[in-house]
């Protein structure tokens, strides 16, 4: 890809120039480069060109009859039953009063104020603080020995498409990257030999995605 | 509504998506009743999954990285050499030509058989790649998240990708 005819060609058919830098780019070719830029182009016409494959007049309708009503979240079904049951004096009392009940409970261990915040002394699993004085600097470890390169990404760089952040491989097969964060709460992931994908094994908590993965989740104080 | 599992309201989200899941799985397979079956499994799948669904990417991508995997859970099961190209015994499966010139019609089909067996020949990831980007036109950044790689590199296998097409063009040709 460091060839610049090959990375003047990404370019191109990425639409990442301009029309006058289109214009002067095919203007600067020689003879055999035109020849592969036109039949580059010509194979992706192709490709453009062909039409939908029809669907299946009732596919719609087989899919609706494959599934199965989904069992309604709590909340719905509470809900549901309240609309179909409406509560009586005493009843909506007592239920303000559970429901207060278990805001005291739930949120009895408050978060500290922000003058008390302090870095857990010990790592949180594959992420630790670096240092207190550092504050909001993260440091992303994996171990994987075989790796050729490791990339961190996550809700802080668009997934790697905002910003690159490549981990320093160091000589006990770990890798390493420390990362000035905002405080709060960010899912990540490592990004292997620009191909695999994999979860933090010590993160602090998982979370599933939206296409199957698991996410590793940090917070960071 | 859909959330909550109201099947009526899901049968309208197949009919806005099942296109775009077609055209990807069948280019995937090459095998128009895999296709359907796998279409449908996908759908089933992606109703199920529903409340895992946080919006916070389109639900075609979504959608369209639930079908690639079934898709190629087919593919692996039964291996590709397993797999023929059915299309034709579909007759007129695919869309009917613009063109009313008979002499045309004839040529369109066999351009468009012959484009889709120099796809088939491609390396799975690279023909992924094509597909969703040339044929359905995702974004590079819409690809990344459906094939699970980053932005620079879903360029880079286009890059990749558009050369082996052209060089099995020539080929073909020749």
Known sequence: ?221 | MCLNGEKQAYGVLVERYQQTVFNVVYRLLGNYAMCEEVCQEAFVNAYEKLAQFSGRSKFSTWLCQIALNRGRDVLRRRGAQDIHDDLDDYGDVLAAAETTNPQRQVEDKQTQQRVRHLLATLPQQYRELLVLKHIEGYSNEDIARILGITVENAKIRAFRARKMFRQACEEGMS
Request: glycine fraction near 6%.
């Open chain 1, 1 to 221: 890809m460091k060839d610049t005819w090959d990375q003047a060609l990404v370019e191109y058919f990425e639409g990442e120039m301009s029309p006058a830098q289109r214009a002067d780019f095919v203007a600067s070719l020689d003879e055999a480069q035109l020849a592969e830029l036109t039949a580059l182009g010509h194979s992706v016409e192709q490709l453009v060109n062909l039409p939908d494959v029809v669907v299946p007049h009732n596919f719609a309708a087989q899919v609706v009859s494959r599934v199965e009503p989904l069992r309604p979240g709590l909340r719905r079904r509470l809900r549901l039953w309240l609309e179909e049951h409406p509560l009586l004096g005493w009843e909506a009392g007592a239920l303000s009063f559970v429901a207060l009940l278990v805001v005291v409970v739930v949120g009895g261990n408050p978060l500290p104020a922000p003058s008390t915040i302090q870095h857990s002394a010990v790592p949180l699993a594959g992420v630790q603080t670096v240092g207190l004085e550092q504050a909001h600097h993260a440091r992303f470890s994996l171990y994987a020995p075989q790796a050729t390169t490791v990339a961190l990404i996550g809700d802080f760089n668009g997934w790697g498409s905002v910003q690159e952040i490549p981990l320093r491989r160091q000589i006990d097969g770990n890798w390493v990257a420390d990362l000035p964060l905002p405080a709060g709460r960010y899912q990540y992931a490592f990004l292997i030999d620009d191909q695999i994908i994999v979860t933090d094994p010590r993160a602090e908590q998982h979370v599933s995605d939206d296409f199957g993965r698991r996410n590793a989740v940090v917070t960071v104080l």
